[in-house]
């Protein structure tokens, strides 16, 4: 029942924008630990960041600065604002639940659900 849908991916060139979002149905994401993750063909899944039940942030080494999560609780919807894009930040992007809380070892915790995921390339 719970469902999580990635949209907004694309293709851009680098320095380029793009924002991608989690649309979530079955539960009411505003009370739960969101995840964005990233995994390009060849490596190992990354965590991109997570939004807090209470609007809390944390963000990769790699991302921070550039990133930026955000939720419209009105649309249940979270979202990943992705500025000055590298060729690096080339990958699928997915959003998950990562249960009621925000916890230190996100990166690798387990999520209870996941996105099918969203495509962004970046061309030089």
């Known amino acids: 029942q719970v469902q999580l849908a990635e949209s907004g991916g694309g293709s851009v060139q680098a320095g380029g924008s793009l924002r991608v979002s989690c649309a979530a149905s079955?539960?009411?994401?505003?009370?739960?630990?969101m995840g964005w993750f990233r995994q390009a063909p060849g490596m190992e899944r990354e965590g991109v960041g997570y939004i807090s039940s209470n609007d809390n942030t944390n963000y990769a080494e790699s991302v921070r600065g550039r990133f930026t999560i955000s939720r419209d609780n009105t649309k249940n919807t979270v979202y990943l604002q992705m500025d000055r894009l590298k060729p690096d930040d080339a990958a699928m992007y997915y959003c998950?639940?990562?249960?009621?809380?925000?916890?230190?070892?996100?990166?690798?915790?387990?999520?209870?659900?996941w996105g099918q995921g969203t495509q962004v390339t970046v061309s030089s």
């Open positions: 079955g539960l009411t994401h505003d009370t739960y630990c």
């Open positions: 998950a639940v990562m249960g009621p809380w925000c916890l230190g070892s996100w990166r690798t915790d387990p999520a209870n659900y």
